[in-house]
């Protein structure tokens, strides 16, 4: 059965204090693995996409990477303002997007 | 700027009351897309759309409807029959087969 799992639940750091978020999926034929940002009461934000094992993605503060089982979303030296719910999903042979629970960042300025 | 618009942002209704969503999008994606989103759950697919007159069920279509009889429109009818309707309903779209969506703000359901 695909799945994604995202890890941990929720994390707070210190302005500058830089960490990194976990996603774990199993899926027949990985097609894309995708990071999104949602703040409060607002639709999600498209990040980045994932196609291979090996690949990274930076935007700013933010460098998404990928394995054969797991991506990582590195957060360098983050600010106030990256405090959000960060969203994985990955699709495959189905060509359904399974959504993983998130992780709620907290940023303390 | 282009994007997609949702409507209303916050709507209250009475149990048994049929209420619809409004989704609009001036992207010219060809597919649309209605997910649910409720606390300690993923987005959960309602409907899709990958072309106008045509629509598929997703995973928890029980309880909705929906029509796509223009592009840019993709508007969801939350019934009396849907048991538990209160949470933030999203719309989205991408360009096929492009699984990038764009989503709307959101639509926040309370059935009181």
């Known amino acids: 059965e695909d799945q994604v799992t995202q890890s941990p639940e929720a994390l707070r750091l210190q302005e500058g204090e830089s960490s990194s978020l976990n996603c774990s999926y199993t899926?027949?034929?990985?097609?894309?693995l995708f990071w999104y940002r949602q703040d409060p009461g607002k639709g999600p934000e498209f990040l980045f996409t994932l196609y291979s094992a090996g690949e990274e993605k930076e935007k700013e503060r933010l460098k998404a990477t990928l394995t054969k089982k797991e991506s990582f979303l590195h957060i360098t030296a983050p600010k106030p303002e990256d405090s959000a719910t960060y969203l994985c999903a990955v699709d495959g042979n189905n060509r359904k997007l399974i959504w993983g629970l998130g992780t709620s960042l907290g940023v303390n300025p | 700027d282009g994007g997609i618009t949702q409507s209303p942002k916050y709507l209250f209704r009475k149990e048994g009351q049929n209420v619809t969503l409004s989704c609009e999008q001036n992207l010219n994606h060809d597919a649309m897309y209605w997910y649910r989103q409720d606390p300690g759950q993923g987005l959960r697919l309602i409907y899709y759309?990958?072309?106008?007159?045509?629509?598929q069920k997703g995973d928890i279509a029980e309880g909705y409807s929906v029509s796509r009889e223009k592009k840019e429109s993709f508007p969801l009818t939350v019934t009396s029959a849907q048991k538990n309707p209160t949470a933030f309903y999203l719309c989205?779209?991408?360009?096929?087969?492009?699984?990038?969506?764009?989503f709307g703000a959101g639509s926040r359901l309370t059935v009181l």
């Open positions: 759309s990958q072309i106008v007159n045509d629509f």
């Open positions: 989205a779209s991408s360009i096929p087969p492009s699984n990038v969506l764009t």
């Open positions: 899926v027949s034929g990985l097609r894309g």
